[in-house]
């Protein structure tokens, strides 16, 4: 793959990403503020550490997987002391967590624009499955216009990652175009050689734009 079609796909991907990022839980985690110390010295100083090893993508998704389903039955234990509706509703609120924690994993792994907006849609399911659930606690009206938002809401989540898709493919396909009509000047640029310089032209052109 050339330069310019790594280019290409590296920012489809990149917009996907952070198309996610606008719409997934933010789980910002700040970290203590750690003490500031005199430097040791010499004498005394405490040899390099080894630096920590990185597992691969696949390792991390696969610890993120197995965590997302250890911490989903240690909730739906806690769930076994509720009953009626509670238990509805914690079960309901452990598949969620589960669910959203898996399809994050899987689509930073797989790291494609389709996975992203997968996960998007299966989240968006486990949700409005949670949120009947609560809804199961209210009667009549409120019971009613309670289901009603649920669904709004599943719909709006479904409906923004087939928009974000579309926006992105879209400019996938003009960032193409873009790319073709290059690579046509170029090609008519040889035309001021011949011989052997114009099939060195060509070729280059062929490679610059991947044909």
Request: hydrophobic share 45%.
């Amino acid at each position: 793959m050339t330069t310019k079609m790594r280019n290409a796909h590296t920012l489809l991907v990149l917009g996907a990403a952070l198309l996610w990022l606008g719409h997934a839980r933010a789980q910002a985690v700040t970290a203590p503020a750690q003490a500031v110390s005199a430097p040791a010295p010499a004498a005394t100083a405490m040899p390099a550490q080894p630096p920590v090893a990185v597992p691969d993508a696949k390792t991390a998704y696969e610890r993120s997987r197995d965590m997302a389903v250890a911490n989903y039955k240690a909730a739906r234990a806690r769930c076994d002391s509720l009953s009626g509706n509670p238990h509805e509703v914690c079960e309901a609120e452990a598949k969620a967590e589960r669910v959203r924690t898996e399809e994050e994993a899987a689509a930073a792994y797989k790291n494609t624009l389709k996975a992203y907006t997968q996960a998007r849609m299966r989240i968006a399911d486990a949700n409005f499955a949670r949120d009947k659930a609560r809804c199961g606690a209210l009667a009549g009206n409120d019971r009613d216009v309670c289901l009603k938002q649920a669904k709004a809401a599943q719909v709006a989540a479904q409906a923004d990652a087939t928009a974000d898709r579309k926006m992105i493919e879209a400019r996938n396909n003009a960032r193409e175009d873009k790319l073709t009509a290059e690579y046509r000047v170029a090609l008519q640029k040889c035309d001021a050689f011949a011989g052997a310089a114009k099939d060195q032209c060509v070729q280059a052109a062929k490679t610059a734009y991947g044909k």
